[in-house]
C-alpha cells in the first residue's frame, strides 16, 4: 500500500503458522537520554518513507545490542511486484542496504524535503523466501521491514508518535473487536501532512497475525507502514493492506500484529539484540 505500488487486496484468511510463544520475551526499551528532543527530532514515526519512488510511513523506532538505530515499515514497501502481489513468500523485493530516504512534505505537486537516510537492513518477506516460510496468513500478514538510520542522521530522530505520545511497553495480549485503535498516517496523497487518526480492531484474523479495523479517515496508499497503539498506548499494529468493496464501508484496512511480526525479526533478521523502544512522552488518547 505505498503510494506508488498501492496494496488493494482482501483479507486473506488461513492458518497462522508463526508461533507465539517467546512473546514474552520481547523485549522494549525504555526512553533515552540520547535522543533529539520531540520538537526538535525530524526522523520519528509518522514520518514518510520513500524506497525506489514508493512511499511510506514509519511506525516505530527499535534498537539492537550495538546501539544502531531502525525505522520500521511494511515490507511490501520494498516490493518489486505489482499492486496485487501480496505474498510475502512469493513475491521479490528490493535487497538488503537499498537506500531509503526520510521526507516531509511529499505530495502529489512535490517529492517533498530529504530529512535522513536509511539502508534497508530486514525484510520479512526477504526473510521468509530465504528461510522457505509456508502458510498462508504468514505470508500475508508478516508484513515487516527495519530501516538501518544512517549514522549522520541518528541525531535526529526521536521514537515518540506524534500527538498521541508513546509508545509504551509492548503488550503480548490479543486485540477483541471494538478495541480503540490510535495512529499516524502520512500518504502523499493527502496534503503530505501527518495526520493523527483513531479507529477501532473490528476482528482477528491469521490466527492473530493480524487485525481487520477501521477509522475515520481510512488508510490509503502511502501510510502503508504506519503503526497502531491500543488504548494504553501499547504497539499492536502495521498498516499493511487495504481492501476496497461496495459496501457501507467501501474502504477497510488490516494491520499486521507487530508483537508477532517482531517475534519473527528477532528469530531471524540476524539483528542482535533487537528491540522496539518506548517513546520519550507518555501516550495520552485525549
Not at 498498516?239 to 511480526?261: A, R
Request: hydrophobic letters at 40%; a positive charge; glycine letters at 16%.
Amino acid at each position: 500500500m505505498s503510494a506508488a505500488r498501492p496494496r488493494l487486496i482482501t483479507a486473506l484468511l488461513g492458518a497462522a503458522t508463526l508461533v507465539g510463544a517467546v512473546l514474552a520475551a520481547v523485549p522494549t526499551a525504555g526512553a533515552a537520554s540520547t535522543w533529539a528532543s520531540e520538537s526538535k527530532a525530524t526522523i520519528k514515526p509518522g514520518v514518510q518513507m520513500v524506497t525506489a519512488g514508493a512511499q511510506c510511513t514509519a511506525n516505530f523506532v527499535f534498537k539492537d545490542a550495538s546501539g544502531r538505530v531502525y525505522v520500521g515499515y511494511a515490507a511490501h514497501c520494498a516490493g518489486t511486484g505489482s499492486s496485487t502481489d501480496t505474498n510475502g513468500c512469493k513475491t521479490k523485493s528490493l535487497p538488503l542496504g537499498t537506500k531509503v530516504e526520510f521526507v516531509t512534505g511529499g505530495n502529489l505537486l512535490s517529492g517533498g524535503t530529504t530529512l535522513g537516510t536509511g539502508r534497508l537492513a530486514y525484510s520479512s518477506w526477504n526473510t521468509m523466501q530465504k528461510i522457505g516460510a509456508k502458510g498462508m496468513a504468514l505470508c500475508a500478514y508478516n508484513d515487516l521491514a527495519l530501516v538501518r538510520v544512517d549514522p549522520a542522521y541518528v541525531g535526529k530522530v526521536n521514537p515518540t508518535v506524534p500527538v498521541w505520545g508513546g509508545p509504551s511497553a509492548i503488550s503480548t495480549t490479543l486485540l477483541k473487536a471494538g478495541a480503540k485503535i490510535y495512529t499516524v498516517g502520512n500518504s502523499g496523497l493527502r496534503s503530505g501532512t501527518a495526520a493523527s487518526k483513531s479507529g477501532s480492531v473490528t476482528g482477528v484474523v491469521g490466527g492473530g497475525l493480524a487485525y481487520t479495523l477501521t477509522t475515520g479517515n481510512p488508510g490509503i496508499p502511502g501510510d502503508s507502514g504506519s503503526g497502531f497503539m491500543d488504548a494504553a498506548g501499547h504497539p499492536v499494529g502495521v498498516l499493511s493492506t487495504i481492501s476496497v468493496g461496495l459496501s457501507v464501508t467501501p474502504v477497510s484496512n488490516t494491520m499486521g500484529n507487530i508483537v508477532k511480526e517482531l517475534v519473527f525479526a528477532q528469530r531471524h533478521s540476524g539483528i542482535k539484540g533487537l528491540y522496539l523502544v518506548k517513546g520519550t512522552r507518555a501516550f495520552s488518547a485525549k
